[in-house]
């Protein structure tokens, strides 16, 4: 199997998603040697240093890595919608986005990782542009997600709640320590 994950997060370091999404990712890439993984990464102006997940090691992995601003994607995938993900990583079996923008594809199923949904709860406390980011990004993954991984049971509970997401679609991950 190929899996697909879009890793762009992980240079916002020490933030609580780029911890959860580096330490998640090194730990598939380690235990599973089986799968091939295709690391999805893009910045214009920050680079992914492949010494982030110690793939020196690991000849099943590798990096697609795009210099395309944020906004552009969150533009081409969150609301327009258009071109696949498969355009940038080529085949996959499956997908995983993160916390930013949610791409279409063309026929692989798609995850994606939840942390939280403040952007409902709490919208007053947030940049308006996180918000309408999020909830564009969100309308995607109600719409097409095969599954979603919360980070905790609160937030599955509110994915059922909030986002009227069926149970069966909701698994918990907690981080690591």
Request: with cysteine.
């Amino acid at each position: 199997m190929v899996i697909g994950i879009d890793v762009s997060q992980v240079v916002y370091e020490n933030t609580g998603v780029s911890n959860f999404l580096s330490e998640l990712v090194e730990y598939l890439i380690k235990q599973d040697r089986k799968n091939k993984y295709v690391l999805f990464y893009s910045s214009l102006r920050r680079n992914l240093q492949s010494s982030v997940f110690n793939l020196q090691s690991n000849p099943n992995v590798t990096i697609k890595q795009y210099k395309i601003p944020p906004t552009v994607l969150d533009l081409i995938w969150n609301k327009l919608h258009i071109l696949p993900i498969e355009n940038f990583v080529g085949d996959v079996d499956v997908f995983i986005t993160s916390d930013w923008t949610e791409p279409p594809a063309r026929r692989a199923k798609k995850a994606t990782i939840l942390y939280d949904l403040l952007v409902y709860k709490y919208p007053q406390e947030m940049h308006p542009k996180i918000v309408r980011t999020q909830k564009q990004k969100l309308r995607w993954v109600k719409k097409e997600a095969s599954k979603v991984f919360c980070i905790s049971e609160a937030t599955k509970k509110d994915a059922a709640q909030i986002l009227n997401i069926p149970k069966e679609k909701l698994e918990v991950i907690y981080p690591g320590i």
